[in-house]
């Protein structure tokens, strides 16, 4: 694999103010050749110029956050990476490469979870070019090598976890987003590592089950959210009867045999459970009548 190498060319401000002296000093020999009729200094001069022309084609800028990859006929000679005017040899080819900070937004892939279940997802990348050779060199697009990548990355996360937990599962994608986007960037570097491209960031930034079981899944998540909804207040319910036959009992107030307290109990479970306004009954004979 070839690697970066960082190379350091000539600042083009100097190289610039010799450059104009020279194609000055050319233009006033070529004149005096014309005017003396001299032919070897006519030939001189042309030659001067036409060198001076070369040269000036070396001339490049380099922006901060960017690098120029300079290659001459076809072999690798080094990354420029000083910002400014700079000058090499005028016969390199010089590729511009970003290294700023960048981020793209996969499209939705519709793939199943570790289920079977069909589900929508996509992923928001950050990312940078961390080193200019291997991403010139070793793929032959990397802005598209590290898009395409990422979505099979995607893709193959999304099969290794389930959409939701249910009992004894352990990460899911819908309840565990940090440790996912964990997973999801290392997945990703391994597979952009060989391209020169550094992971920074990569997070689910659309989850949803598939239409068509999207409405079955609803009613699941309501059926589930409503058994833990009764759960929770039937535990509560039950604990509240328990402290009122305690402190009845505690401060001696009434004094309740079994059936009694099964009529009590019976009567604080349906006002404490249910989901309408208890109507109250008034009883003119005794609790056994």
């Known amino acids: 694999m070839i690697r970066e190498k960082i190379r350091k060319v000539a600042s ?28 070897p200094g006519l030939i001189g001069a042309a ?7 070369i ?6 800028m380099v922006h901060p956050n960017e690098a120029k990859v300079l290659q001459l006929f076809g072999s690798y000679a080094g990354t420029a990476k000083a910002p400014g005017l700079r000058w090499a040899n005028p016969f390199f080819a010089k590729t511009k490469v970003s290294s700023r ?11 199943n979870d570790l289920r079977g279940s069909p589900i929508e997802i996509a992923a928001v ?9 291997e991403a010139i060199f070793e793929v032959d697009d990397y802005e598209q090598f590290v898009q395409i990548q990422s979505e099979s990355a995607l893709r ?4 290794s976890y389930p959409y939701e937990p249910h009992e004894n599962d352990g990460v899911a994608l819908r309840s565990d987003p940090t440790a996912i986007a ?20 990569a997070r689910i930034s ?6 068509e079981i999207a409405h079955a899944m609803l009613r699941r998540q309501q059926a589930t959210a409503v058994i833990a909804a009764r759960t929770q207040i039937v535990a509560g319910a039950v604990g509240m009867v328990k402290m009122a036959l305690e402190q009845l009992n505690a401060e001696d107030i009434v004094e309740l045999d079994e059936e009694r307290k099964a009529a009590m109990v019976g009567n604080l479970l349906t006002v404490l459970c249910s989901e309408e306004a208890a109507q109250p009954v008034l009883n003119t004979g005794s609790l056994y009548t």
Request: no cysteine; charged share 15%; proline share 1%.
């Open 12 to 39: 083009g401000y100097l190289i610039l103010v010799v450059l104009l002296a020279a194609q000055l000093f050319s233009v006033y020999l070529f004149v005096a050749a014309v005017k003396a009729m001299f032919i």
């Open 47 to 53: 030659l001067l110029n036409v060198v001076v022309a």
């Open 55 to 60: 040269m000036w084609a070396g001339f490049f």
């Open 101 to 111: 900070i960048r981020n793209f937004e996969s499209g939705q892939l519709k793939v």
């Open 125 to 133: 990348v950050v990312w940078k070019v961390v080193d200019t050779a």
């Open 156 to 159: 193959n996360l999304s099969t």
């Open 182 to 201: 964990d997973a999801l960037r290392i997945e990703i570097q391994d597979r952009l590592d060989k391209a020169g491209v550094s992971v920074i960031e």
């Open 206 to 211: 659309h989850l949803a089950y598939a239409p």
